[in-house]
């Protein structure tokens, strides 16, 4: 523990590398339910405060809404700074809060006021579940979340071309039907222009059933929209049932019992004009008026003579 320092009424400057913050969030995301932590190495530089790596805290006690360095988490912790940064100071700590955002619990201010109580030593929250981060200073003497906070690639500058890296084998599928595809093979490949449905089985059968329905769907109304229209803009031929009479040779409507047609003869005469009348007499009885003789006898007479 270091002695404090006098307090300054302005925030410090703080200055992240990159992989140090990548290594934090790695870290947090490996526990997605309990807490974890670590140290934060860099340098402090009148009130402008450097990070340049991290040393994750092993052996820590840690639980869902809390962790603890342990005596043998700053065995390790200072193990690894005397090995790897000889020449940094601790000008940090960070720790996660799986779930429930950033800031600063009565236990983290306790830590923070006992273990990192120089002006020059911040405290990183990151929440791996809202990927929310933020950090805390000292200002006045008390702890404020810093509104300055820049991000910096140590390898920035660099030009294309110029990393003397060959381009890396990637394996694409899996098991022996694994395919090894380089640079030059995508380059010589033709590109497929396919839909962004064609790769997931499930969702393309769905939306292919729902297509073929909907298309079904609209070609029977199309075609119930045609007939509907055929029907009414065009004569059409109505079938009705009817009956034939073959005494009287006519025909009969089922429901209403009446004639609604005659035959025709060969004569194109209907049936009824070849009928005789009863009510009208006979050509040979109207020029023969003796042919008739309902008793006979005059028959008889003529016989006789």
């Known amino acids: ?36 932590c670590g140290v934060l190495i ?16 092993q052996n820590a006690e840690e639980a869902g809404a809390h962790v603890t360095f342990t005596q043998d988490t700053w065995e390790h912790i200072y193990a690894i700074k005397d090995q790897k940064y000889p020449e940094e100071r601790i000008v940090g700590w960070y720790h996660s809060h799986p779930g429930f955002g950033v800031f600063l619990s009565d236990h983290d201010t306790f830590i923070h006021r006992n273990f990192f109580s120089s002006p020059g030593q ?21 702890i404020e979340r810093l509104t300055q906070i820049g991000v910096v690639d140590r390898r920035g500058g660099e030009r294309m071309g110029e990393s003397g890296s060959p381009e890396p084998v990637v394996a694409v599928g899996s098991g022996s039907d694994s395919v090894l595809g380089r640079r030059e093979e995508r380059e010589t490949t033709p590109v497929r222009i396919r839909r962004p449905d064609a790769d997931e089985p499930g969702e393309s059968n769905e939306w292919s ?6 298309t079904v769907f609209l070609y029977l109304m199309a075609l119930g ?22 005494q009287t040779r006519q025909f009969i409507d089922i429901q209403t019992g009446q004639v609604v047609a005659e035959p025709k003869d060969s004569n194109g005469a209907g ?22 003789n309902p008793s006979g006898k005059k028959g008889d007479d003529a016989k006789l003579k």
């Open 225 to 246: 929209l045609g007939f509907a229209i055929c029907w009414y803009l065009f004569p059409h031929v109505v079938l009705m049932p009817v009956v034939f009479d073959p």
């Open 209 to 214: 059933l729902e297509r073929l329905v909907a």
């Open 1 to 36: 523990m270091k002695a404090k320092a006098k307090p300054s009424n302005a925030q410090p400057i703080l200055v992240v590398d990159s992989e140090v913050v990548r290594q934090i969030r790695q870290h947090a995301r490996s526990s997605d339910k309990a807490e974890v």
């Open 42 to 57: 860099g340098q402090d530089r009148d009130r402008r405060i450097e990070v340049a790596a991290c040393i994750e805290g």
């Open 122 to 142: 911040v405290a990183w929250v990151f929440d791996p579940h809202s990927d929310e981060e933020g950090c805390f200073g000292w200002v006045s003497g008390r």
């Open 271 to 292: 049936a009824a004009s070849t009928k005789p009348d009863p009510d009208k007499s006979s050509p040979s009885s109207s020029t023969n008026p003796g042919g008739s």
